[in-house]
Each structure stands twice: as structure tokens, then as C-alpha cells.
């Protein structure tokens, strides 16, 4: 079964860390598109990051460029999202997610859309204090 479980949310102040950690079960991240979305109960699910392997497609929303980094560790088959100086508007849950395809070449031009992710973790909440 395929399945995607993310941890490591958490409560921290203004200008903080964390870094969220996706591990995953039936599929091989490097084989596939993944990304991190967040939402709010304000705002639509919106794409963070992108990572394709297969392409070597990477995508940051502006508001994180700079800040967050997304990578693999393929010998953990886990993907990682690393959030550095933190603000409130990065305040959401998080969710990680695989795509339905394994390229990434789109997103020079439109950001990650969520109907192209067909697996998804349960989310992680970080919530950042001012």
C-alpha cells in the first residue's frame, strides 16, 4: 500500500527553524515527483516546494525562497522540507505528497497544482508565534 506519513511540526518563535521529515511506504520518492503544500482555514492548499529527481525539477513559492530547502534522502526513502527564519504567515499545516507523474518541468511556468498529487500525508501543523 502507498502510503506517506509527515512529522515534525511544532509551535516556534519568529525567526526559528524546523524541519519536517515525509517518510514513505510502497513507492521510491527519487521515481516520482513529491512536493509540500500547506493550508490555512483562510486560504486554498497552496504548493511550498516541488522536487522531481527524474527532471531535476525544483520549485519554491516566493514567499520561502531563500528559506525553506526540500530534498531526499533516498536511503531513508524520506522527504524533508527545512524551514528557517520562520514567520507567522508561514503559520499552516503542512502536507507532503507524490505525484501522479514524475516530471516537474511545468513548474518554470505554473506552480505544482494539488490535482497533480494522488498520494498525500496526513499533515503536520507548524505553527509559527510572533
Known amino acids: 500500500e502507498v502510503q506517506l506519513q509527515a512529522s515534525g511540526g511544532g509551535l516556534v518563535q519568529t525567526g526559528g527553524s524546523l524541519k519536517l521529515s515525509c517518510t514513505a511506504s510502497g513507492f521510491a520518492f527519487d521515481d516520482w515527483a513529491v512536493g509540500w503544500f500547506r493550508q490555512t482555514p483562510e486560504k486554498e492548499r497552496e504548493a511550498v516546494s516541488g522536487?522531481?529527481?527524474?527532471?531535476?525539477?525544483?520549485y519554491y513559492n516566493e514567499a520561502v525562497k531563500g528559506r525553506f530547502t526540500i530534498s531526499i534522502d533516498n536511503a531513508k526513502n524520506t522527504l524533508y522540507l527545512q524551514m528557517n527564519s520562520l514567520k507567522p504567515e508561514d503559520t499552516a499545516v503542512h502536507y507532503c505528497?507524490?505525484?501522479?507523474?514524475?516530471?516537474?518541468?511545468?513548474?518554470?511556468?505554473?506552480?505544482?497544482?494539488?490535482?497533480?498529487?494522488?498520494?498525500w500525508g496526513q499533515g503536520t501543523l507548524v505553527t509559527v508565534s510572533s
Open positions: 522536487l522531481s529527481s527524474t527532471d531535476n525539477s525544483i
Open positions: 505528497a507524490k505525484g501522479a507523474g514524475r516530471l516537474g518541468s511545468t513548474w518554470r511556468l505554473l506552480p505544482p497544482l494539488w490535482s497533480e498529487f494522488d498520494v
